[in-house]
């Protein structure tokens, strides 16, 4: 008999679901199998960490960690792997054993070196204060009531929570420096306590602000590991760093990167909206692309997932019923950045297995997407008439011929619309990944911004990207449903 | 239970929480018997008629047919469904597939019929309600009467040993009811066992073999069409046939 068009969907999705497990597994036994260091690094973090267009730390000018632990990898013999994350979830994925190592201009607190080992520090590093370029505040006395941004888990955060009560400010956060910076910019927040030298990379490449104070504080900055982990890579790195030092290999780099101009990013006449677009199109695609592939990964094993939910929402039996209603609503419950938080970072602590970062973005949108898909699939079963299961039984079908034959085909007509919306809300979710680092398109444009710091073109650029997709996306759910219809 | 019954029920009871429908019931059918059940809305005939195909599920009570208790929990209801017919009032045709998909589903599927012979089948039924000319039309362009021969054609075709009716023709324009009304009476003089619900008390009549009143979830009279519509003997009946006869 041939098999009906939804049929043949609920085959496919079984059979994506089976096969993201499988490349879970797989993934597990070839990152097993290596011995390669994971390490963990912040978006664009200039002068210490510059992405190229493609996201990624390869390339002439990387910044001055990766430029330093190419050279070390390759002076010590250890191959290494980049995972790129926040600062914050850098911290987390450390603890967690996610990473092996993680840098970002860190700086070596006492309050780290608890839960953190450090390398050797190769550079020190001062926090700066900044305000806008025609701002009239001048000393740390006239931040009395005002805001100051800082950057969450950064030396700056720290230094300003410390003379927070001394001053009298408010104390904002960011994950970001770009949009501190502009924060700062426009004048919302009175003034930033950054890394000194990442605000002045900031300043050379056009952001209007200006610093107003000398380096305060200088504190070593190192490469972190696990606390009594990884003892292995971190004599390696430190190794390394003194290798560097006594062959004057450091100072040159530093030099580098810190001054003069030659890794200053993009010229000024690139910056029109179609230079922009044009200097980052790879970039961008590759995120849009990144975001397509989520959306409909996601989408399908959230399908699966919902269908079976609903299958079981409508089951005879109470136990699947209760079953149903409390997985739905523990995963309408937590909101999705939270579930991504956990299943990335919280998980592997519990198990001790790493889980590949798209892995984990697409069990974040399963579990998530997929309570509402099956909430959704639910209500289109019990939306058929209750005589339509009456008349099935009555000719003696059992209940699953009766739910696969006379229902199901009648509810999913009548889910289409609210599936076809939940897939516009999943495509639109999976920006919410681009905080444990997937490089999909919003985590493609924190990145691009972070290096040439033109924040309202880049994300006009970007929504304007989302909206042709998504439009896409309505023109092609009205196709199908009209023909669904006829 | 007796072998000269097609059905039999003995001592059915039906409570919906506190709420007693069916107050301990008895009826046995005999092969190729019509029975019509009248009696006042709420009076627990639905609820019986329910129960003989387990679409309600008794407290209490046996219900036999061919050999099988539909109120013992372990029995396959439905292996039993399969040759217990049942019409609705509102038809319930399955509106994601056409007329004849509607007949040829249960046969195909469970009696484990080629398509072709089944489509052969499903064409017989329909030629008997007269709707030949409608195989391949979708449910929802038919009329009420239509559909509800559909319907009668779709029981038919597993070729059951007992047909159920619950009020078939209550939700029809009333020049559809002859031919819906028509279509059972030609069942009945083929020899069906037939139990239906009606408010029609002209087929009850004319076609019936036995009248079933029942009153507040108990049978209170049972007996030929001339014994319950000509000499009521019960107070109840009596005053139910006077104001459903004299409008």
């Known amino acids: 008999m041939k098999k009906s068009w939804w049929q043949r969907t609920i085959i496919s999705c079984a059979v994506m679901l089976m096969t993201t497990f499988a490349g879970l597994f797989v993934n597990k036994q070839v990152a097993h199998a290596e011995q390669t260091y994971t390490i963990g690094v912040v978006d664009t973090f200039a002068p210490f960490e510059i992405q190229n267009k493609q996201g990624t730390y390869t390339g002439k000018n990387p910044g001055i960690e990766p430029e330093m632990i190419r050279m070390i990898a390759k002076h010590e013999h250890f191959k290494y792997r980049y995972k790129i994350m926040s600062f914050n979830a850098i911290l987390q994925a450390m603890q967690s054993g996610q990473i092996d190592a993680g840098m970002g201009g860190m700086s070596v607190t006492d309050e780290r070196k608890a839960t953190i080992d450090f390398s050797t520090s190769y550079y020190k590093d001062g926090i700066v204060m900044a305000v806008g370029k025609n701002s009239k505040i001048t000393k740390m006395s006239q931040l009395k009531g005002k805001t100051v941004d800082v950057k969450s888990g950064?030396?700056?955060?720290?230094?300003?929570?410390?003379?927070?009560?001394?001053?009298?400010?408010?104390?904002?956060?960011?994950?970001?420096?770009?949009a501190m910076w502009n924060d700062v910019k426009s004048g919302n927040g009175a003034a930033t306590f950054d890394d000194g030298p990442v605000l002045q990379y900031g300043i050379r490449n056009g952001m209007p602000l200006k610093i107003v104070t000398k380096q305060i504080n200088a504190t070593p900055i190192a490469?972190?590991?696990?606390?009594?982990?990884?003892?292995?890579?971190?004599?390696?790195?430190?190794?390394?760093?003194?290798?560097?030092?006594?062959?004057?290999?450091?100072?040159?780099?530093?030099?580098?990167?810190?001054?003069?101009?030659?890794?200053?990013?993009?010229?000024?006449?690139?910056?029109?909206?179609?230079?922009?677009?044009?200097?980052?199109?790879?970039?961008?695609?590759?995120?849009?692309?990144?975001?397509?592939?989520l959306t409909i990964i996601g989408s399908l094993c959230a399908l699966a997932f919902g269908l079976v939910l609903g299958v079981m929402g409508i089951a005879e039996g109470k136990f699947w019923k209760g079953l149903s209603s409390t997985i739905i609503y523990i995963f309408r419950g937590i909101p999705m950045m939270v579930l991504a938080f956990f299943i990335y970072i919280g998980l592997p602590n519990l198990t001790g297995q790493k889980i590949p970062l798209f892995t984990a973005g697409i069990l974040t949108l399963m579990l998530d997407e997929g309570a509402y898909v099956g909430a959704i699939v639910r209500g289109g079963f019990e939306a058929v008439d209750v005589g339509q299961w009456e008349a099935a039984r009555s000719l003696g079908l059992p209940y699953s011929k009766a739910l696969v034959k006379v229902i199901a085909p009648q509810g999913l007509k009548i889910m289409v619309p609210s599936l076809?919306?939940?897939?516009?809300?999943?495509?639109?979710?999976?920006?919410?990944?681009?905080?444990?680092?997937?490089?999909?398109?919003?985590?493609?444009?924190?990145?691009?911004?972070?290096?040439?710091?033109?924040?309202?073109?880049?994300?006009?650029?970007?929504?304007?990207?989302?909206?042709i997709i998504i439009t896409l996306l309505t023109w092609l759910s009205n196709y199908v449903q009209k023909r669904m219809e006829a | 239970m007796d072998k000269q019954y097609k059905v039999q029920v003995k001592d059915l009871h039906k409570s919906y929480g506190e709420n007693e429908v069916l107050k301990g019931i008895d009826l046995a059918v005999k092969p190729s018997e019509v029975v019509c059940m009248i009696g006042p809305s709420g009076s627990g005939k639905s609820t019986f008629l329910r129960c003989l195909n387990r679409l309600e599920v008794p407290n209490s009570g046996h219900i036999y047919i061919d050999g099988y208790d539909i109120a013992d929990s372990k029995t396959d209801i439905n292996l039993v469904r399969q040759n217990i017919g049942m019409v609705?009032?509102?038809?319930?045709?399955?509106?994601?597939?056409?007329?004849?998909?509607?007949?040829?589903?249960?046969?195909?599927?469970?009696?484990?019929?080629s398509k072709e012979e089944a489509q052969e089948a499903a064409l017989h039924y329909l030629d008997i309600v007269g709707l030949k000319e409608k195989a391949n039309v979708n449910p929802r362009t038919l009329s009420g009467g239509q559909k509800q021969r559909v319907a009668i054609a779709r029981a038919l075709a597993m070729k059951p040993d007992v047909m159920l009716f619950d009020e078939p023709t209550s939700a029809l324009d009333p020049e559809m009811v002859g031919d819906v009304l028509g279509v059972m009476q030609d069942l009945a003089k083929e020899g069906m066992t037939m139990i239906v619900v009606t408010h029609e008390m002209g087929f009850a009549k004319r076609v019936a073999d036995r009248v079933v009143f029942f009153h507040d979830g108990k049978i209170r009279e049972d007996g030929t069409p001339e014994q319950i519509f000509d000499h009521p003997q019960h107070p109840d009946t009596q005053n139910f046939l006077n104001k459903v006869l004299n409008v």
């Open chain 1, 420 to 467: 076809v919306n939940q897939l516009i809300i999943t495509l639109k979710d999976t920006s919410i990944l681009s905080a444990i680092g997937v490089m999909e398109l919003t985590q493609t444009g924190t990145v691009i911004i972070a290096r040439n710091m033109e924040g309202f073109k880049m994300w006009l650029i970007i929504a304007v990207m989302y909206m």
């Open chain 1, 154 to 178: 950064a030396a700056g955060a720290l230094y300003a929570e410390s003379i927070k009560d001394k001053y009298g400010f408010k104390i904002k956060y960011f994950t970001t420096s770009n």
């Open chain 2, 88 to 113: 609705f009032q509102h038809f319930n045709l399955f509106p994601n597939m056409s007329v004849i998909d509607n007949i040829t589903l249960a046969p195909v599927e469970l009696k484990k019929m």
């Open chain 1, 223 to 293: 490469i972190g590991f696990k606390k009594g982990q990884n003892k292995e890579l971190q004599a390696k790195i430190n190794d390394g760093i003194k290798w560097m030092q006594k062959t004057g290999r450091m100072q040159k780099l530093i030099d580098k990167y810190t001054k003069g101009s030659g890794t200053k990013t993009e010229s000024s006449k690139d910056r029109t909206i179609f230079g922009l677009i044009k200097n980052n199109r790879k970039a961008l695609l590759t995120g849009l692309w990144e975001t397509i592939e």
